[in-house]
């Protein structure tokens, strides 16, 4: 079995429904997470809700996937220790 713990993982749409869920399962599992959605408040939310839960490390981006300017800009501008990014969901 392969172990994600520590690992990068960027999960758009993070601040409900299914990507909400993943963050929590990756979380579980010991990944550090980058979570984007455009409403921060709900992103804030569900980071809330994880660090209590699991301790988990969180980057938070709040952008539209829809705009490719947008998040080539927010990902070229992730602090050094949250680029090298393992998986994305």
């Given at each position: 079995?392969?172990s994600?713990?520590?690992?990068?993982?960027?999960?758009?749409?993070?601040?409900?429904?299914i990507?909400a869920?993943?963050?929590?399962?990756?979380?579980q599992e010991?990944?550090?997470l980058?979570l984007?959605?455009r409403r921060?408040?709900k992103?804030?939310a569900?980071?809330?809700?994880i660090?209590?839960?699991?301790?988990?490390k969180?980057?938070?981006?709040?952008?539209?996937?829809c705009?490719?300017?947008?998040v080539e800009?927010s990902l070229?501008?992730?602090p050094?220790?949250?680029?090298?990014?393992d998986i994305?969901?």
């Amino acid at each position: 079995m392969v172990s994600i713990k520590e690992q990068i993982v960027v999960i758009t749409g993070a601040s409900s429904g299914i990507g909400a869920s993943c963050a929590k399962l990756f979380a579980q599992e010991g990944a550090s997470l980058i979570l984007a959605a455009r409403r921060r408040d709900k992103l804030e939310a569900v980071a809330t809700e994880i660090e209590q839960a699991y301790q988990s490390k969180i980057y938070l981006l709040e952008m539209d996937v829809c705009d490719r300017n947008i998040v080539e800009t927010s990902l070229a501008n992730l602090p050094e220790s949250w680029r090298n990014i393992d998986i994305l969901v």
